[in-house]
């Protein structure tokens, strides 16, 4: 095939450049920064009595030892001081010397060591972003206010994705998500795109984007497609999903076949191509309905649940590898599979587009879509009450 | 507030170093035993006449002070331990004189020991505090110098200091240490070499950080009989503040815990900042010096430069100022950084000095820093010494 790029001349005993992570000690209440920062929310502890917002995370206000409930805050700051950090000790930073932090005052009220942007300059206003760095923990990052983020900046990629001259592999091209989603990723500049084809789907036709065959459900051509790619591999989207109403054992089988063990197959074979690249993910689409059960759909909904779980621990599994494990969770698809189900339903292209913001956003979880968004917010506020709504 | 009381009979002597090494196979427990033998060896005291001891270090986990008694053989009656590092100098003596004012203890060892192995410095920063770890650390790892050099950015913009300000300070310590055989650094250090150092943390450049080093200071707070016994010479305590985590609105630091309690400071003392003859500041880096001038009484906050500017820190200058070096030339051995600035404030009112002595010498003001947990240094202590 002509549009095949030609394999890597690679040196077998040539040295691995070795990927470290930044220091990633943290006590709990930092965690709980980072399982907000996931989302891509900006929040700080505020004292529950008093209404003093507190940072860095602390156990009790001290102002008034009430607790702390973590709450959206506004963004803006000024930046008060800087330094250009041109030595250390640490591994992971000596790697991107000289690194820029600053000391800003937050709208919110308390100062805070942030990374900063290029062009923010001291006494200028600042908008803050609460990102995760590459050891999946919090990290405030301060933009000039009004800035669009510049993905060439060293710093402020390490904290997203680039799709701009990735190599991608999107697992199920032959499903109008999957399409959307290598169409997006073509459209953001990604450099290579290798789309999966299940058959008997067949590849539809888009330009600079190579097809290859590729069922989840089989171990050698999960292998084969991987083997096939050869070079780097950045970021890998994985779309494929089985979805039928009901709960036909057959059905439920094949849903965990495509879903649960799919996911198994092609994180087992690509976690290692992803843990030596300079900036790597992977993605899955995945349904709301793994939060919580939707009634219509109970064996896919299963499958999507011990998905959900599974993805938690590659995730885990790739925190010290430098690479991102993003849950893009998504509602009913605008799509064959959702024929019955009434509106509002989310467009393929919708999901396309979630991808790559997901990625250049930094963002390790995302709902994309009404539905999603508010399946998570009611299962963040009544993981209880939300299973029993959904299921009446 | 309640007038305090004086440090009547209480009398502070014997300060010992044991000379500071760049790396030490040794530790903490190591170094701790040899400044004791070296209190031991000035003093003519056993070991058991010890009845009080104070430790200060960051190296000897995982024991504390508890750890260090029974290490040593010591059994006192009375037993501190302090996780202050640049502020448990004055720390130490100001609760070894109430112990001894009030008889707790009689003879109280006051201690800082660290040692400093090929990878101290990284692994003492890793596991320093709870807020380092969660927003400092990851943003560049910097450690210390980072910090400070956001503080000193601040510092330089809002009061007009210069590298040239910082410089001369650094260089008038280290022309102070020349004369010192237990600094570190006693090469000549001048101003132009000091303003083309490598940058480390902007505008922190080399010059402007300590060295880590391993090493030991101790000292005796006992009361006037017993030194007399002993026939050691002696330092009165005149007066002592400390102030922890002040000013915390402030949104970076600019300056410290001294500046809430200078008054009470002087007040007690009896005296004001013309009657001191030597000042022995905590000096991780230059522009905590400076505050130091302001916030102690020696100038008003933000006429630091020209204060700097018009005055000679020498040894025998207007103001000689950190007499031995300090720990910008005669290293930092961790807490016992914390400990230099009282043993040289006592060597030279002593007539003990290390090096050369400040002429007519009577009266020594020491002050700590210590410990930066998040943004700032928390800590701050300072001391009026007078010859007896």
């Known amino acids: ?18 990927r470290h992570v930044p220091p990633g000690q943290r006590s709990r209440a930092a965690h709980a920064l980072a399982a907000r920062a996931a989302t891509g929310r900006f929040v700080l502890q505020q004292c529950a009595d008093c209404q003093a917002v507190t940072y860095p995370p602390r156990d009790v206000c001290p102002q008034c030892w009430g607790d702390l409930v973590w709450q959206d805050q506004p963004r803006g700051a000024t930046l008060l001081a800087e330094t250009t950090i041109r ?36 006494g200028a206003r600042a908008e803050i972003r609460l990102m995760l760095d590459k050891g999946g923990n919090a990290a405030l990052f301060a933009l000039a206010a009004g800035e669009t983020p510049d993905m060439t900046d060293t710093q402020w990629r390490e904290f997203v994705v680039p799709v701009r001259g990735s190599t991608v592999l999107v697992t199920d091209a032959g499903h109008p998500v999957g399409r959307a989603v290598v169409e997006a990723l073509k459209a953001a500049g990604a450099a290579s795109i290798v789309a999966g084809i299940a058959p008997p789907a067949t590849a539809p036709a888009i330009e600079g984007v190579r097809f290859v065959s590729l069922d989840l459900t089989d171990t050698r051509s999960v292998s084969e497609c991987l083997t096939d790619i050869a070079g780097p591999l950045d970021i ?11 709960q036909g054992l057959l059905d439920q089988k094949r849903a965990l076949d495509v879903g649960v063990l799919g ?17 790597a993910a992977f993605v899955d689409v995945i349904s709301a309905t793994a939060l919580a059960p939707d009634a219509a759909y109970p064996a896919f909904s299963a499958a999507e649940a011990a998905r959900l779980s599974l993805l938690h621990s590659f995730r885990h599994e790739m925190r010290g590898a430098n690479a991102r494990v993003i849950s893009l969770l998504v509602g009913a698809v605008d799509d064959a599979d959702h024929q019955s189900v009434p509106l509002p339903k989310v467009a393929p292209a919708r999901i396309g587009k979630g991808v790559v913001e997901a990625l250049e956003q930094g963002l390790e979880t995302h709902c994309i879509g009404d539905t999603a968004t508010e399946a998570m917010q009611r299962w963040s506020a009544d993981p209880a009450l939300f299973i029993r709504e959904n299921s009446l | 507030m309640r007038k305090r009381l004086r440090y009547d009979d209480v009398v502070v002597c014997a300060p010992v170093t044991v000379p500071y090494e760049r790396y030490s196979t040794q530790t903490a427990h190591w170094w701790a035993g040899k400044a004791l033998r070296a209190l031991s060896q000035a003093t003519g005291l056993e070991r058991d006449a010890i009845d009080g001891f104070c430790f200060a270090s960051f190296s000897a986990g995982p024991d504390t002070a508890v750890g260090m008694i029974q290490h040593l053989g010591l059994s006192p009656r009375w037993l501190d331990h302090l996780p202050t590092g640049g502020a448990s100098g004055v720390m130490a003596l100001r609760r070894a004189a109430r112990a001894v004012q009030c008889g707790d203890a009689e003879v109280v060892a006051c201690v800082a020991a660290d040692t400093n192995q090929l990878d101290s410095f990284r692994k003492t920063l890793a596991n320093f505090s709870r807020f380092s ?3 400092v650390y990851p943003y560049g790892f910097g450690g210390p110098n980072a910090t400070f050099a956001l503080i000193t950015d601040n510092y330089m913009r809002q009061y ?87 000013y915390p609105d402030d949104l970076v630091q600019w300056r410290g815990g001294w500046a809430m309690d200078v008054d009470d400071l002087w007040r007690m003392a009896g005296i004001g900042p013309q009657d001191i003859d030597t000042l022995q500041v905590y000096d991780d880096y230059p522009v905590i ?18 204060f700097i500017r018009r005055t000679n820190f020498g040894i025998d200058g207007d103001l000689p100022l950190n007499t031995n070096g300090g720990q910008l030339s005669a290293g930092q051995a961790g807490a016992a950084g914390g400990f230099q600035n009282m043993t040289e404030g006592l060597r030279q009112i002593l007539r003990q000095p290390l090096g050369d002595q400040v002429p007519n010498a009577r009266r020594s003001l020491v002050s700590g820093f210590g410990l930066v947990n998040y943004d700032r240094g928390v800590c701050t202590a300072a001391a009026i010494l007078e010859a007896a």
């Open chain 2, 133 to 135: 770890q969660d927003a």
């Open chain 1, 263 to 279: 996911l198994l197959r092609l994180t087992q074979g690509c976690g290692p191509m992803l843990r030596g690249r300079p900036s």
């Open chain 2, 289 to 306: 010096v400076a505050m130091q001038l302001e916030d102690l009484g020696f100038c008003a906050k933000g006429d630091v430069a020209q």
């Open chain 2, 160 to 246: 007009g200091v210069t590298r040239e300000d910082f410089g001369k300070l650094c260089v008038a310590q280290r022309q102070n240490a020349r004369s010192n055989p237990l600094a570190l650094q006693r090469g000549e250090l001048t101003l132009e070499a000091y303003l083309k150092a490598r940058p480390i943390s902007d505008p922190v450049h080399l010059y402007d950080c300590v060295m880590p080093c391993a090493g030991a200071e101790a000292f005796l707070v006992t009361t006037a009989k017993v030194a007399e016994r002993l026939g050691l010479q002696t330092v009165r305590v005149l007066s002592t503040i400390e102030r922890h985590n002040a």
């Open chain 1, 1 to 18: 095939m002509s549009l095949r790029p030609k394999p890597e001349k690679r040196d077998p005993l040539a040295r691995k450049v070795e």
């Open chain 1, 87 to 122: 030595a250390t000790t640490d591994l992971y930073f000596r790697q991107l010397l000289p690194w820029r932090i600053g000391t800003v005052a937050l709208d919110a009220g308390p100062t805070a060591i942030a990374h900063l942007s290029p062009t923010l300059a001291v």
């Open chain 1, 236 to 246: 890998v989207v994985n779309t494929a999903r089985f979805v039928r109403p009901g």
